[in-house]
Structure formats: C-alpha cells, structure tokens
C-alpha cells in the first residue's frame, strides 16, 4: 500500500509549531515495513532542564487513502549535554552536580509488581531531597520510569545489565554474548532513545574481568558499538570496580567510566585524564530508621549486636563510606561529574551487614515502606542549600540514662545552630569546627623496629601523615615496631592504622616501663571477614601503663607485610579521624547529659536565623493518627495511597519506641495493597489488614478498585489507644 505520514510537533503548551512534509509517502508491502525521512525546525525550542523540564510532542498520523490507520504521540525534549573530562557534567551550557540515587526495581510491600504511582512517589521523595539523577540499576527500568524523570526533571544513567551471565538470562553461556547482547541492546536503546531524561547508556554494572562472560577489550567494544548503532549521540559507560584493570585496554571503548565506591577510579583517571568519570555508587552507608544504640561506633563496620543498624549515620559497608566522607571526596574532586548513592530506598534483598538474619536492606535513605530516615535530612540540607532543613536526632526517651551522656546531631542547610535542653542553652556549634581530641602519647615520639625499608622508615609510623607509613624490610611475619614515650604513662586507647586492612595481621602489643620486660595489653588475631575489602584502621580499649609500647606481628596473610601508616596512644577514648567530614556537614553535640524534657534546635545561615525544631520526650501511646499523602484517588484499579501511621501520647507528641500492633478497616472503592513498617527483620506478611508499628510507625498502603468511585473511609485500631480515621475520594480519572 501507499501511506501517507504526517508529523506534527506541539510545543509544552500544545501548541503546534512546526510540520512535516505535508503528503509523505512510503510504499509498504502487505505484512512489511517501511522507513521515511523528514526533518522539522523548532524555532527559540524550550529547553530541557532539571529545573524546568519542557517537553515538546510529536504526532504522527499515518493514512491510507483518507482513512486514518495509524497515530501516536511521543514526547521529546530539546536539551545539550556533555560529560567533561575536568568540569564534570553540563547541561544547556552550565555545570551541574550530579546528586543522584540508585534505585531496585522492587517498591516495598508491593513488591515487584510495578505501580507508577509508587514510583512516582519514590522519586519525588528523592527530589524534595536534592536528587536530579537516577541510576536504573541494574536493568532497563519500567518504561513509565523514564516517562516520570522526563516529567519531572531528572537525569538518567540507563543501564541494559548488571553481569553478561546468567543475570543477563544468558543459561550456560547461551545465546552468546554477541548474538543476545545486540538484541538485548537493540531492544533497550530503541526503546529509550527518545527520552530527554536519558544521558547515559550503561552496558554492565560490576563485571570481572576475563572468563566466559567477564569484560574484555573486544567484548566492551561490540557492546558499546551496538548502542551507537542505534543512538550514537548518547555517551556509553559502564560501573566499574576493579581499579587495576584500569591499566589494562579493557575501557578503552567506552566514551565514560561509571567507579563504585572508595575512590576507586584513581588509576583510571591517572592513566585516562581526558575520559569523564561518573562516581556510580557511592555511600551504601546503612541505618535503621528509629534505631539509636550507645556508645557510638568509632569504625564504619561496627554494627549493633541487635541485628539493627544505628541511625546516627557513623556506619557503611565494608567496601564504603558514610555520606560525609563522600560529600568531601566530590568536593575534593570536582572532575568527577556527582555521585549516584547506594541507595535511595531500602529494597528486598541483600540485607548487608545481616545477610542470613534479614530479608531487605539497610541501605536506604527512605526505608522499605517509604518512610524517609535520617539520613534523608543530611543529604536534603547539603543537595539543597537553598531550602530550609533543620533536623534534631536521636528521640529524647532515654530513661535508663538520665545523668548520663546522650549525643545530639542537628541536619541543616544552616551554618550553625544553637541546642536548648529544657530552656539552657548547651551552646552553639559551627559547621567545620573540629573539636580537640586528646593528646596522642606516640606523636612524634623516638621509634624503632626489628627492620625497615629505606623509604618507609620506622618513624613515619608516628609522624601524624597517614601518607606515608613504616614498612619491615621482608614478608616475614616475626617483625616489631616500637614507640618511646619519652615517661611513664598511662595508655587507655590505642588507633593503629594499617597499610591494608587490618583484618590481615595478627599482632600482640605490649607495655614496658624499660623496653626490656613486657606485658601484653592486647591481642588480635587475622581474619576473613569482612569478606571484601574493610577498614584499615584499628582500635583497642586497654589499661596500660608504662614508657615504651610495642607492636609484636606474628602472623600477616593476603600477600601483606607488616607496615603501619600511624600508631597513636591515648590516655582515653579518641574518635577516629575517619569521621572528621561529619563536623562540617552536621552539627554536633557529643556530651549532652540526658533530662527527660525537650529539646530545641535553633538553625542560622549567614547570621541569619532560618527556623527552629523540637524534640520532646514522650509518654505512653495514647492515640493512632493516619495521614495520608493523597486525598483524591482515580478509579484505574492501579492509584495508590500511602497512609502514614503513627502514634502520639496523650500530649501529642509523638512516640519513638511504640511497637503495637494495630488492625484496619478499609470502606468503600479501595483495598489494601499492601503493608510495612521498615523493619528488615520483619517476617509479617505485606498483604494483611494489620502491622506493628517500628519505632512508633507503620504504612499502609491503599489501591482504588477499578471503574469504582466514592469515598473511602479507612480505620485504624490498636488495643488501649484511641483509633483514628482518615478518608479519601475516587474520582474517574
């Protein structure tokens, strides 16, 4: 047949601004295809932008004769970009930080059924935090995905795979790689070219090197040439982490790299200066949302015993770092276009650190069910300088340590705050004021060891520069090292800083008043665990007394020798250096002497005050509160509404520790779709008309029945509490 193909472009507002060739035709054979040309002019187009998100539509009418047998419409965006290899990313003209996430597929309680509601609210929790970029790790979103971040703003890295193995549904090494990546690749980069949001093309996240389906240059190179053949205007990357196959041609194809965690794109970018880098997981820091525990850890690795992870945001992976530390590292290197955290929600699955007691993550911004944590108030007040955030952590029930030391952290936009417990005020604190620590015994001390590198002396290992080290002169693990205090002293912490991690020696160190008869004070034993990476710093609480300390190895594995970067000696607790970045991105207060009462944060920017919070003390529950984020609901059988459950004590204030157990009652157009708490230890099922709350909260989880409108009365009950209602229309949508 002969069809006739008209284009149309509407501008943002619908109106149409420009045409195709009136009459284009193309002759198509009976069950076949066709392919046309036409080229079309916006004049002054509006751009794209994070900011200002203008879309523009094209329809296309097809007509046989003058009947009209096909149309469709599909929304476009007219924008630059480039990823530069010194200047990060840009976006019409101007540099743009990219504060991004990494998001799963899974939505909670609702699990892997795809909800566009529940995405829609998933991003725009992220951007009321800060976030203009999106990883769709690791695998071709839902195409709704990409529909939202047009509409909304927001930059995306679109990736096609996590592995080339059987994550990439290739059984036994079949299709080959080849043959299944173009197809998959096809399909992906068809699909997805004509979304403005997209900027980058990512063709595998985390891939080893070599094997049957681990990265070569020729295997990267026909991956990344099948996505220029169906969009070569669009940059190819991958995440990478493995630094040293930087120094192998293996990324030589891609047009950027994407490096997960702890800086590892070092050698990359020393062999590679003119490549862009993207940081494209950063973080995986952990927390509970509600869960406080003391004494604070003083290692990003020390978790509760409670199987929970503490919510005052000092703990990451074994491979990671907590957000402060990766706030200055894009600070430090703004070459590198923004970081893309692991991850905005919690998600099911890899429950690290408690793989084998949990069912989903702890490494979320916003818990499983959707209820932002902390740590979603210090990305907000740094990813959003411009508007207000003041935040108080931890709640303020602590009756078993009344006189005791509880620390207070305020999250704000502010430069400084003021803290006030019961109307005193505990003084006021500025960003990037270090406070003193105690006196290090060993600085600077006279040292000596059993042998020594020429370039890596003994009393490097004492010299306060984590760059430089101590290093024996052999592998052989029979090797000492030994500070001179100069006096009698008494030594109650000790912060030892290894060349690698500290899992790798086995050591005793030991206490002398004349450096020729010794005590042991402390031993440490080597370790497989963490089974990746882990800290290279150590401590040790003892009880020492004496001139002379010394570090006695004797046992060392994975290809380690005995080499320290710093020793240092204490007369008491010491926080580690590690968390010195959290002094200029929160505010603290490390020895507030815990009253039951209230506290008040009072925040300033620029000697300006820009707002005030509280935090009281609560009593008993006493009453449930729903609070739903949408009041007016379609009848699609698919719109959703979130209803916040919460319970207060009789004076509303709300309550921190409550755990009850509270049944609903749902009338009328709607039923429960599902039900969380954020508790990854959970094991109550997401469909149930019932939830404990977890640290005073809970959510359900509302689904409109399909063509059915009316109100919707929802009720919540729990035994000895004062019920609440909350209700909701559906409309046709």
């Known amino acids: 047949v002969d069809a006739v193909v008209e284009i149309a472009i509407l501008d943002p507002a619908g109106k149409s601004v420009s045409k195709g060739l009136k009459g284009s035709q193309v002759s198509i054979a009976a069950g076949g295809t066709g392919e046309f040309d036409q080229s079309l002019t916006i004049k002054k187009p509006q751009r794209w932008d994070i900011d200002s998100p203008k879309l523009y539509t094209a329809e296309v009418i097809v007509r046989v004769g003058k009947k009209v047998v096909d149309k469709d419409a599909v929304a476009f965006g007219v924008r630059t970009f480039e990823f530069t290899a010194n200047d990060g990313f840009h976006l019409n003209g101007r540099r743009v930080q990219l504060f991004g996430v990494n998001l799963h597929h899974d939505q909670g309680p609702l699990g892997a059924a795809f909800y566009t509601r529940a995405m829609e609210r998933q991003l725009e929790i992220m951007k009321d935090m800060g976030v203009n970029s999106l990883r769709t790790s690791h695998n071709p979103p839902s195409p709704e995905v990409l529909e939202l971040c047009d509409r909304m703003g927001i930059v995306v890295w679109d990736e096609a795979f996590d592995k080339w193995d059987g994550t990439a549904d290739r059984v036994r090494d079949e299709p080959p790689l080849e043959q299944h990546g173009e197809r998959q690749i096809r399909n992906f980069v068809m ?4 979304h403005p949001s997209v900027v980058v093309w990512s063709i595998g996240n985390e891939i080893g090197g070599g094997g049957r389906s681990g990265l070569t240059p020729e295997r990267v190179k026909f991956m990344s040439d099948f996505v220029r053949k169906y969009d070569p205007t669009r940059p190819v990357g991958m995440g990478c982490h493995i630094p040293e196959l930087a120094r192998q041609p293996i990324f030589d194809a891609l047009d950027l790299t994407g490096w997960n965690y702890l800086r590892r794109y070092a050698i990359y970018r020393e062999r590679n200066p003119d490549k862009p880098i993207v940081y494209s997981e950063s973080a995986s820091a952990l927390s509970t949302r ?15 015993k409670q199987l929970q992870v503490n919510s005052y945001d000092l703990n990451a992976a074994d491979w990671s770092d907590i957000p402060d530390v990766e706030f200055k590292l894009m600070k430090d290197d703004p070459f590198v276009a923004g970081e893309l955290v692991w991850t905005g929600f919690d998600y099911l699955g890899e429950p690290t650190p408690f793989s084998r007691e949990a069912k989903s993550s702890y490494f979320g ?12 108030y210090l990305y907000r007040s740094y990813w959003r300088p411009e508007a207000d955030t003041l935040h108080i952590l931890p709640h303020w029930n602590w009756p078993d340590r009344v006189g005791q030391p509880v620390p207070v952290f305020v999250y704000t936009n502010g430069d400084s705050a003021e ?18 620590g105690p006196p290090n015994y060993a600085k600077g001390r006279p040292v000596t060891a059993s042998s020594s590198q020429d370039e890596h002396p003994a009393q490097q290992a004492a010299d306060s520069d984590k760059n430089s080290r101590w290093c024996a002169a052999s592998a052989d693990p029979n090797q000492w090292w030994q500070v001179d205090l100069g006096e009698a002293r008494t030594v109650r912490y000790l912060a030892i800083e290894f060349e690698r991690e500290e899992k790798n020696y086995g050591y005793e160190i030991k206490v002398s008043d004349d450096g020729s ?22 401590f040790h609480n003892v009880d020492a007394q004496g001139r002379y300390l010394r570090v006695e190895f004797n046992r060392l594995q994975g290809n380690v020798w005995a080499s320290i970067r710093e020793f240092a000696a204490y007369p008491q607790y010491a926080e580690s250096e590690y968390y010195a970045p959290t002094y200029t991105y929160r505010l603290r207060w490390n020895d507030v002497v815990y009253q039951p009462g209230e506290l008040k944060a009072v925040a300033y920017k620029d000697g300006r ?15 449930l509160r729903l609070t739903p984020d949408r009041t007016k609901l379609a009848a699609t059988g698919e719109d959703l509404c979130y209803v916040l459950v919460e319970a207060f004590d009789e004076k509303g204030t709300p309550c921190p520790l409550a755990d009850n157990l509270v049944h609903f009652k749902v009338e009328g157009p709607a039923e429960i779709a599902g039900v969380g708490n954020g508790n990854p230890l959970s094991i109550e099922p997401f469909q149930a008309d019932y939830r404990k709350l977890f640290y005073g909260k809970a959510m359900l989880i509302l689904k409109t029945k399909p063509g059915q409108k009316g109100k919707v009365h929802v009720t919540a009950s729990s035994d000895g509490l004062v019920s609440a209602e909350a209700t909701a229309i559906v409309v046709t949508p």
């Not at 699909?191 to 004509?194: A, G, L, S, T, V």
């Not at 803290?419 to 003193?436: E, I, M």
């Not at 008869?517 to 800290?535: E, M």
């Open 419 to 436: 803290l006030f417990l019961n109307g005193k005020s505990l003084g006021r604190r500025q960003k990037g004021v270090v406070p003193d």
């Open 609 to 623: 005050k820009i707002g005030e919070t509280v935090m009281r003390t609560a009593g008993a529950p006493a009453a």
């Open 365 to 376: 911004i916003v818990d499983l069910a959707g209820i932002p944590k902390d740590r979603f």
């Open 290 to 304: 509600g869960f406080y525990e003391l004494p604070l850890p003083n290692r990003k690795n020390e978790y509760s």
């Open 517 to 538: 008869t010794w005590k042991t004070v402390a031993t440490k034993s080597t370790s497989r665990f963490p089974q990746w990476n882990g800290p290279t710093q150590i």
């Open 191 to 194: 699909r997805d070219r004509n």
